[in-house]
């Protein structure tokens, strides 16, 4: 079962590898900051995640259909949606929906989840089984056991 997984991420990550636009070499530097009186005190802003950086990969297989969807969602809310391991679509989610995804899957925990959740091994006849990868952590889930936390992931993003 970690084949299939494997395969599919070595897909999106060709797939989401010429979603890039190179800078042109017109493009105007940067300006250099400069504190003023009314930024002097200030602290500096947490830079963002960049844009390329994976947020959340699902993938949903089984079912009664046999259904093999995925999505992997950027940092920056850009994602790819895939059906069977053909591209079924792209965009970027809105910036409230994406910060609700992200504060789920903070509250979710990933770095400290087992691999294999309830229904992981045995989603059930014709139920799904959930493959979530996330903070460097896979985990694999499905069926009716799938725990609240990890279902309000899988909500909110964007599968086909």
């Known amino acids: 079962m970690l084949a299939p997984a494997l395969v599919l991420v070595a897909v999106l990550v060709a797939v989401l590898g010429g979603c890039t636009t190179p800078a042109s070499d017109t493009t105007p530097p940067a300006a250099t900051p400069t504190a003023t009186a009314s930024t002097a005190g200030t602290t500096p802003a947490t830079p963002a995640a960049p844009a390329t950086e994976r947020l959340v990969n699902i993938t949903r297989t089984g079912g009664l259909a046999g259904v093999n969807e995925s999505v992997l969602v950027k940092a920056d809310g850009s994602y790819v949606q895939l059906k069977s391991g053909a591209t079924a679509g792209t965009g970027r989610m809105a910036p409230d929906r994406l910060a609700e995804l992200r504060a789920a ?44 936390a990890l279902m309000r992931v899988i909500e909110l993003a964007p599968l086909p």
């Open 105 to 148: 899957v903070a509250a979710a925990g990933f770095p400290g989840l087992e691999r294999i959740q309830p229904g992981g091994k045995d989603p059930g006849p014709d139920g799904f089984r959930y493959t979530l990868v996330a903070g460097g952590r896979e985990v694999v889930t499905g069926g009716p056991d799938v725990p609240p």
